[in-house]
């Protein structure tokens, strides 16, 4: 049989897998990994495995069944190692802070732009009526609400809005496009 599968005998490849597929599944790859779809995966790996280097198994008054066990329980260590380390590197992943992977690192020139956008947003606020500049600062730079805008102005609610919006207006037509 194995003279057979080095000449590349498909069949006797068949023929083998036949002899020893539920034997080595059941005895060396499923004892060490339960799950039956992986233990699957192992076993065609191993038969794979074996098919590619038949060429340099050599009989010493042992079945070849010895060989492809061997195979077996390697291919199972090198998946239970690849759990481990994937295992790891999600702990690892989950430990590490939401905001840092999400996070860009920011440009080499952003500070300059920021500088830029800052500058000209103050001088646009101040060709503004003062009212509606203080309007605009109180709700978006300040981040206050709606009725602490309209406390610090002395007005109702909804009258602070009608002057939000006509803020926003005045503003839109002073900013540089």
Not at 115 to 123: F, H, T, W, Y
Not at 152 to 169: E, N, S, W
Request: with cysteine; proline share 5%; aromatic share 8%.
């Amino acid at each position: 049989m194995v003279e057979r599968l080095q000449a590349g005998d498909r069949a006797a490849f068949a023929t083998l897998y036949g002899w020893y597929g539920k034997q080595i599944y059941r005895q060396a790859v499923l004892p060490r990994l339960p799950d039956p779809a992986l233990a699957e995966d192992v076993l065609r790996d191993t038969f794979r495995t074996a098919l590619e280097k038949i060429g340099t198994y050599r009989p010493q008054n042992r079945s070849i069944y010895f060989w492809l066990r061997r195979i077996a329980i390697n291919k199972a260590i090198d998946v239970h190692r690849r759990r481990k380390r994937d295992r790891q590197l999600a702990e690892a992943v989950a430990q590490e802070p939401v905001e840092a992977l999400h996070q860009r690192p920011a440009a080499p020139d952003r500070g300059l732009e920021e500088a830029d956008i800052k500058r000209l947003v103050e001088l646009s606020l101040s060709r503004l009526n003062e009212r509606y500049a203080t309007a605009l600062r109180m709700r978006l730079i300040e981040d206050r609400s709606r009725e602490e805008c309209a406390e610090a102005l002395g007005v109702k609610i909804a009258t602070f809005d009608v002057l939000f919006h006509r803020a926003c207006k005045a503003f839109r037509k002073e900013y540089p496009p």
